[in-house]
């Protein structure tokens, strides 16, 4: 199901910075990615884990994921149905992506707290 994000593909002068922000863009892909990576691996659990972000917006970030093949969705067939998501092997390729951000957020975080 194709999705109609908003210039997903606009890059004009081919820029790296650009493409990645296409791709992962806004403020929950990176955490849902997380989220993934930490065990979180379903809609319920994520949610717990990321409370400001509305269903509707997580079921849209995690299609877009899984459209960009950053994520891989399994249903299983139970009673209720199961639905797990987990990081590819493409997606991993942006988690030492995440974690330098994690790194310089929690030194940021420690300087702002020894400022106060």
Known sequence: MATNRKNKDFNPNNCPVTHFMNLM???????????IKMGYNRVSTLQKVIPQISKQMLINQLRELEEDNIIHRTVFAEVPPRVEYKVTHYGNSIWPTIVVIQQWGLG?????????
């Open 108 to 116: 940021d975080l420690k300087k702002k707290q020894k400022s106060k």
């Open 25 to 35: 863009g806004g403020k929950w892909k990176v955490l849902v990615i997380y989220g």
